[in-house]
């Protein structure tokens, strides 16, 4: 009987969306703040979904020598990250105000000389579609109503 009750409280954490504090991915394919979570300056809040393999989709805002920056179209709510880095591990084939589904595995960089930053890696071949080429999402001005001290 102990064991059927400690599956019964494990299944409604899982189904609360949270296991000791920390809250699991909604799906598969998550919204790009959804796959950021809450964000901290010491990396204490990681990704909801770090570990996991996901499949999200952005304009493509900036382009490194390994990856990109994607973020999803519109004004973001207020508190949420709608961008995030795509690291491809090497010169990735996307254009800046190309409209990408990429689908790869999550993690959260831990907090060295920055704030802690949650990217996906992909396979720069099989992870990025191309869905077409569009326009950049607006800036948004960021100012101390829009951080966080933790």
């Known amino acids: 009987m102990k064991r ?3 599956c019964l409280v494990l299944l409604a954490l899982l189904s609360s969306g949270s296991v000791a504090g920390f809250a699991l991915c909604p799906s598969s394919t998550p919204t790009i703040d959804q796959i950021q979570g ?7 809040v990681v990704s909801p979904c770090a570990g996991q393999t996901v499949t999200t989709s952005g304009i493509v ?3 490194t020598g390994t990856g990109f920056f994607i973020e999803e179209p ?4 207020a508190g949420l990250t709608t961008g995030i880095y795509i690291n ?3 010169t990735p084939s996307v254009a800046i105000k190309d409209n990408v589904t990429v689908t790869g595995t999550v993690s959260t960089v831990p907090a060295q000389s ?5 990217e996906i890696a992909v396979d720069p071949v099989s992870g990025i579609t191309v869905n077409s080429t569009g326009t950049l ?3 948004v001005t960021i ?4 951080l966080s001290a933790t």
């Not at 920055?114 to 949650?118: C, E, F, L, S």
């Not at 100012?143 to 829009?146: E, F, G, L, T, V």
Request: glycine share 6%; net charge neutral.
């Open 4 to 6: 059927l009750s400690s």
């Open 38 to 44: 809450v964000k901290s300056t010491t990396a204490e």
């Open 61 to 63: 805002t900036a382009i």
């Open 74 to 77: 519109g004004t973001p709510p």
């Open 88 to 90: 491809t591990g090497s």
């Open 114 to 118: 920055h704030i802690p930053a949650t």
């Open 137 to 139: 999402p607006a800036p």
């Open 143 to 146: 100012d101390a109503s829009k």
